[in-house]
């Protein structure tokens, strides 16, 4: 099984380029965001602050969460439902970030994403994934990109999806995200010691994906060595 980690801040296109990456090796791609945004959803819909750590754990044993790769793409169910993009809505971007420092939580999601990467060549992209989750990954990845670069990609990829909202705000959200992401005491969002990193701010999305391939061609044929 080869393994590929891909961490970075929020909208530095690591899911984008992480799917791309995945169709072009033809290996599973594991957006784990998607876990953390699940849990976040949830834990809004039952009326609890993201950051009540005990109110939060003792939702936790009311959530069911299925991923499924169906028709090349990843879903997540919630008790049997696939929310789709209103994961992705700019609220939940916050719940997520808050319940994902939550212990509890990170614990309650981390085998569910070890077992997926036991099962499978994967590419996974996160926060913690080169540090955390799979620490002995054939190939960790740091992306990253200015902030004004990554607020400006996440209004249109928002637009895309029909979230309406504007680049103040965006940019605001992402700055408060982006230390509570750095800061937390639990697993924060930093690149690992042996990660590669890569600075997109001034690269298309063509670009991004053939550096990242380049360095994933040349592991693994060090690895088949």
Do not use: C, W
């Not at 602050?49 to 991923?67: F, K, N, T, W």
């Not at 981390?110 to 054939?138: F, Y």
Request: glycine letters at 8%; aromatic letters at 6%; a neutral charge.
């Amino acid at each position: 099984m080869f393994q590929i980690a891909i961490d970075g801040p929020s909208g530095a296109g690591k899911s984008t380029v992480a799917k791309a990456l995945a169709a072009r090796l033809g290996i599973v791609y594991v957006d784990t965001g998607a876990l953390y945004r699940t849990i976040g959803y949830y834990v809004r819909s039952r009326g609890v602050s993201p950051s009540d750590a005990r109110g939060v754990e003792a939702l936790l044993g009311q959530i069911h969460i299925r991923v499924a790769f169906e028709e090349g793409s990843q879903h997540v169910y919630l008790n049997g439902t696939d929310l789709g993009n209103r994961i992705r809505e700019p609220e939940i971007s916050m719940y997520a970030s808050t319940v994902s420092a939550i212990p509890a939580v990170r614990t309650f999601l981390l085998e569910t994403q070890r077992q997926i990467a036991r099962e499978n060549s994967v590419i996974m992209d996160g926060r913690d994934i080169g540090t955390v989750i799979l620490p002995k990954a054939d190939l960790k990845v740091f992306l990253t990109a200015s902030r004004e670069a990554r607020a400006k990609r996440r209004v249109l990829e928002l637009a895309q999806k029909g979230i309406e909202t504007t680049y103040a705000q965006v940019l605001e959200d992402m700055e408060k995200r982006d230390e509570q992401d750095r800061t937390r005491a639990v697993a924060p969002a930093v690149a690992a010691p042996d990660a590669v990193v890569v600075d997109n701010s001034e690269l298309t999305f063509e670009e991004t994906l053939q550096t990242i391939l380049k360095l994933a061609k040349e592991r693994i044929a060090e690895l088949g060595d």
